[in-house]
Each structure stands twice: as structure tokens, then as C-alpha cells.
């Protein structure tokens, strides 16, 4: 069985990590000078992260779709005015996690419990008919567990509900993590530890390694 919560590690750069940087910053000037080939390199490299983080959040592929060609608009009109005071990547996520939430706020209860149990695709077709589009949780062992589990993440409060997916789905270190929510590390290891403890709290009847 997979480890829901794996212990605590912080990440330092990886070779990988410090090559991503350096070609974002080119990307960026490529992007910044008007090029076409540049955008459509942008949204090659980051659309799969951007859609499967807002799909983390709001559990609709149609709107987790929507949100992230939103994202890259915005990027296109806006990256004239990126100065490189965060990463590329920290931007694209602050700008996705920040639509998401703001997109499930304005969402009524109905229409988002009408969504959640689509996404669990009681036919299979979500799940299964589009591999692209699955949550990445649906690799847990079946769909009942996985309805108990997401439950419970999407009843985290907000920037827990974050931290918890960008480090468990999107595999962000700590430091990038800050970065997206504007705050520090401890900070991270802070929500990071409550929401493990709210999910172990909740789960601790289930068949879960929390």
C-alpha cells in the first residue's frame, strides 16, 4: 500500500532543479520579447502541473480545464510586467492556486458535490476513459477510498489544502512551497504538519499508513 503522509524532509536543489531555473529565465525573455514558439513552450512544460493542481482543488476536469487556460492568458498579457522576483513556476502556481480558490468560493455547494461525485466516475469514465485527466490520488486503492480521502483533504482550510497538495501531488520541496504562499518554510512545515494531523485524525479508521 502506498504512504499517504511520507516523513518530513526538506529538499535542496537538485542539478535538474538549477537547468529548470536557467531555461525558465531564457523562456522568459523569449516570452517578454513577444514570441509565439515561446508561449506555446510555456504551455508544453507547465499545462499537465497547472491542470492537475487545480483539478486537486476543484475536482472538475471542465473547470480545472478552464482555470488553467486562464492561468496562461493571464500570463500572456501580463509577463511584461514579471520582474523574476519569484521563479516562473512559483508564479504559474500562485496564479492557479489563487483562480481555484477564488473559482471555489464563488461555486455553489450544490454544483460542487454535483462535480466531486462526476470526478469519482461511479461509470469509470473519468477515471479511466481519460488516463490524462485522473486525479492523481485515483493510483489509491479503490474509489470509495479515495471519495473518504478527498473528502477529507477539500475540508482543509485553504492554505493547508495547498501546502498539503502542491507537496503530496505536485511533489513541490518546502522552499518552493514558501515561495507560492508568499510565506516561510517553518510556516509550510506548520501547515503541513496541522493538515497530517486533521487527516490522521479523520482517517485513522480507514486502511490508510498516515
Known sequence: MLPLLPAQTHDPPTCAQLIGSAADANLVAQLQSGSEAAFRTLVERYQ?????TVLSLLRSPEEAEDIAQEVFVEVYQ???????????????????????????????TKKRFAYF??????????????????????????????QVLL????????????????????????????AVLNTTVPAVESLLFRARQTLRKHLQSHSYHV
Not at 511584461?80 to 483562480?99: H, M, N, P, V
Not at 485527466?133 to 486503492?141: K, T, V, Y
Open 151 to 178: 473528502d477529507h483533504v477539500a475540508r482543509l482550510p485553504n492554505q493547508q489544502q495547498v501546502a498539503f497538495t502542491l507537496r503530496h501531488e505536485q511533489e513541490l520541496s518546502y522552499e518552493e512551497i514558501a
Open 117 to 146: 461525485t462526476s470526478l469519482l466516475g461511479f461509470d469509470n469514465d473519468v477515471l479511466h476513459e481519460v488516463p490524462d485527466h485522473a486525479h492523481p490520488l485515483a493510483l489509491l486503492e479503490g474509489q470509495q477510498q479515495l
Open 48 to 52: 499537465d502541473r497547472i491542470y492537475r
Open 78 to 108: 501580463t509577463i511584461g510586467r514579471f520582474r523574476g522576483e519569484a521563479a516562473l513556476s512559483t508564479w504559474l502556481y500562485r496564479l492557479a492556486t489563487s483562480r481555484a480558490l477564488k473559482n471555489r468560493r464563488k461555486a455553489r
